[in-house]
């Protein structure tokens, strides 16, 4: 023990330090854990500090240590009888769920081995899976899916695992929750698909999974958004994988019409290497030619009038 260590020894051997009240935010045994001192951890407890008092938040040590990735702190708590399953805060998180949306994986493992519930849904009706999701955090999310959790449950703002790894741009959870059997047929709250809110995200490595996994490069017009966003890459991709070089999208547009509106020079040279139509969509006066005119797209104007003079 340091002396710091020896100085609280003798101060709570008088019996005149309150062990568990607040001291500001926290009660002393929480702010030992969330400091991570795990000997002064120790000294609280044998003096009989209350495991399960939390501070003005209502958090208790255990979740206070389990936040901040104190592995040896947490397993000191649970070995002198911290309950895994207490929730608290305003969400009722439990220390598996918020170790989970820190991507703490020790912390994960060892309370899951103390048997912390990895099904347990909070109060915003989420679950550890949906908040290791949201941070990207592969090992975590690997963790709970040996567990056996529900790959499907629709967690923040009514949105399974999957959809929150595509919006985030995770992509090794996303592989992983692909290689589980997640559904690939989900949609976000704005009625995206996974695969509209992997090209409005720019991700071409995320839209590759999906289309690997059987989505459909045509339904909702995908090409017509990643056109719309300039995504080269994205484009590249759907066209390889047989997207409609003419699908129309919103307001009756097509791919070509959006890149040239955009002034997206190098997608209106790849629609053109791809055959689109150069000519006006079904109830539209204007050409794409016309369209770069009106934006002042220099660049595009030139090519598109190299490809109608001379192909």
Do not use: C
Request: proline share 4%.
């Amino acid at each position: 023990m340091d002396g710091n260590g020896t100085v609280a020894k003798l101060l709570l051997d008088t019996g005149k330090v309150g062990l568990n009240v607040a001291y500001g935010e926290d009660t002393l045994l929480g702010l030992a854990a969330r400091d991570g001192n795990g000997a002064m951890v120790k000294l609280l407890i044998e003096k009989g500090a209350d495991l399960e008092l939390g501070n003005d938040e209502g958090m208790p040590p255990l979740h206070l240590a389990a936040e901040e990735g104190y592995e040896q702190v947490v397993q000191l708590l649970l070995e002198k009888g911290a309950n895994p399953h207490h929730f608290a805060g305003d969400s009722d998180l439990t220390a598996l769920s918020i170790a989970a949306q820190k991507g703490h994986a020790a912390v994960v493992r060892l309370l899951l081995e103390k048997g912390a519930d990895p099904r347990y849904v909070d109060r915003d009706d989420d679950t550890p899976l949906g908040l290791a999701t949201d941070g990207g955090h592969e090992e975590v999310v690997r963790q709970l899916l040996e567990k056996g959790v529900d790959l499907e449950h629709m967690g923040l703002r009514s949105m399974a695992p999957l959809m929150r790894a595509v919006m985030g741009g995770h992509e090794a959870v996303v592989r992983l929750l692909l290689e589980r059997g997640a559904d690939i047929n989900g949609y976000n709250e704005d009625g995206d698909t996974l695969l509209l809110s992997a090209v409005r995200g720019g991700s071409e490595a995320i839209a590759r999974l999906l289309l690997e996994k059987g989505a459909d490069p045509d339904y909702m017009s995908p090409l017509v958004l990643a056109v719309e966003l300039g995504h080269e890459a994205v484009v590249r991709l759907l066209l390889e994988k047989g997207a409609n070089v003419d699908s129309v999208g919103w307001m009756g547009r097509r791919p070509l019409d959006s890149a040239a509106y955009n002034g997206h020079e190098a997608v209106v040279r790849l629609l053109l290497e791809k055959g689109a139509d150069r000519y006006p969509s079904s109830g539209y006066d204007d050409i794409p030619l016309d369209l770069a005119v009106n934006g002042g797209h220099k660049g595009v104007i030139r090519l598109l009038k190299d490809w109608y003079n001379y192909r």
